[in-house]
């Protein structure tokens, strides 16, 4: 393998880990879903500055990092300081070509969930900051379809959101 080659991990590898899952059922699960199963997981392959949606944009899928890196930046500066990246240092100096730095987001990263669960519009752009990235699209058509055809694996699904979510939280100061 070169070196920077970037190594793509699965997507029921990642929603395993989140999940802590031991469970076998549910890995099973999860790894029907990934393979050609009722959602139709969407894998879009990016070049270093390419974007995935920008500020405003009508919020219809959310991502999941598969491998490579991908920053979400936002317009203002004001509160970068509160922001901390994966290794806990924080993002108050840090700026990308489109805007201030929040966030970057390696293999695992879910983003753009929130803006889509609340069916607002996008909060940050998303930039991809590696060439060879590769990111798991999924709609809300996608959803609709898994909620409808296999409530129990939506159901799994969710609780990853929800616990991705949550995760996401322990990366701001709220004091």
Not at 55 to 84: H, Q
Not at 99 to 113: A, E, K, R, T, W
């Amino acid at each position: 393998m070169e070196s920077g080659h970037n190594v793509k991990t699965s997507l029921s590898t990642i929603f395993g880990r989140i999940l802590g899952l031991g469970n076998e059922s549910d890995t099973g699960v999860l790894e029907a879903f990934e393979e050609g199963g009722i959602a139709q997981v969407q894998e879009v392959s990016l070049f270093c500055g390419d974007s995935l949606y920008s500020r405003d944009e009508v919020a219809d899928s959310f991502y999941v990092v598969l491998a490579g890196c991908v920053e979400i930046c936002r317009d203002s500066y004001e509160d970068n300081a509160n922001f901390l990246n994966t290794s806990g240092r924080s993002l108050a100096s840090e700026k990308s070509k489109i805007g201030d730095v929040v966030s970057y987001l390696h293999v695992g990263g879910i983003f753009g969930y929130v803006d889509f669960s609340l069916g607002r519009r996008r909060s940050f752009d998303a930039i991809c900051s590696k060439d060879g990235t590769i990111v798991a699209e999924i709609s809300s058509e996608a959803m609709d379809k898994l909620e409808h055809q296999d409530p129990n694996l939506h159901r799994i699904l969710e609780k990853i959101l929800l616990q991705a979510s949550l995760m996401e939280l322990g990366n701001f100061d709220v004091a």
